[in-house]
């Protein structure tokens, strides 16, 4: 499963749209990205998933550049609530792949008021 | 509906006991994996589970780990003779297919004096 890379941090006003990046250049054509987040002493919670084109649910949207080398995870109107830890995962989608999630440092979003 | 819960929630053992925690899954669930996480990181594959079959264990790092899913559904990971560098979070997941969201359970806190 290719690796991705985001950043650390980041802070949020409450309200505002929070953009959080990752960078996957090595992907391959059949792996999907994926994004989960986890709260504090919660399991992870996932969120959304998408293949080449943006994908947009209750929770948040996912933008994924035309070369699919990085995408951009949007909640369009953070709350304190939202304050977690959002991994970006990629992987091969299906019966053919386990499914194990391979997970980075994530980012740490911090919401303020 | 209930969602994947984990006991016990906290566990203290002291080095070289022998410690179980346990998971059910969510019902039908056909995949269940186990991971481990350390403070500060994100959580890392442990063992995956197709209802009874364990067909991926290349992520338990050594023998003392051990886990089973015996009718396919509740599963139980041991891990004999525990050490310090054992005391972490261990996460349970299970999708309804191979392949599929994963919904994790909160988590088992074991802490190895």
């Known amino acids: 499963d290719a690796k991705t890379t985001q950043p650390p941090s980041m802070d949020c006003a409450e309200g505002r749209a929070a953009n959080l990046p990752c960078n996957h250049s090595?992907?391959?054509?059949?792996?999907?990205v994926y994004w989960y987040r986890q709260i504090h002493s919660q399991g992870p919670q996932y969120i959304i998933h998408?293949?080449?084109n943006n994908e947009t649910n209750e929770m948040a949207s996912l933008i994924i550049t035309e070369d699919r080398k990085s995408s951009t995870l949007i909640l369009p109107h953070a709350t304190l609530r939202d304050t977690a830890v959002y991994y970006c995962?990629?992987?091969?989608?299906?019966?053919?792949?386990?499914?194990?999630?391979?997970f980075g440092q994530g980012t740490t979003l911090q919401v303020k008021p | 509906g209930a969602g994947v819960s984990q006991s016990p929630r906290y566990k203290v053992a002291k080095r070289g006991q022998d410690v179980a925690l346990r998971c059910d899954p969510i019902?039908?669930?056909?995949?269940l994996f186990w991971y481990q996480q350390a403070l500060g990181q994100g959580p890392e594959f442990l063992t995956y589970?197709?209802?009874?079959?364990?067909?991926?264990k290349s992520g338990l790092p050594s023998d003392r780990f051990f886990a089973e899913r015996p009718e396919g559904s509740v599963s139980t990971l041991k891990i004999q003779r525990t050490q310090q560098e054992d005391s972490a979070v261990y996460l349970c997941?299970?999708?309804?297919?191979?392949?599929?969201?994963?919904?994790f359970g909160p988590g088992t806190r074991l802490t190895v004096l």
């Open positions: 589970f197709q209802n009874e079959a364990q067909l991926d």
């Open positions: 019902s039908g669930h056909v995949s």
């Open positions: 090595t992907i391959s054509g059949n792996e999907y």
């Open positions: 998408g293949l080449k």
């Open positions: 995962i990629v992987r091969v989608k299906g019966s053919s792949n386990t499914g194990k999630l391979i």
């Open positions: 997941a299970s999708s309804l297919v191979t392949g599929a969201e994963q919904f």
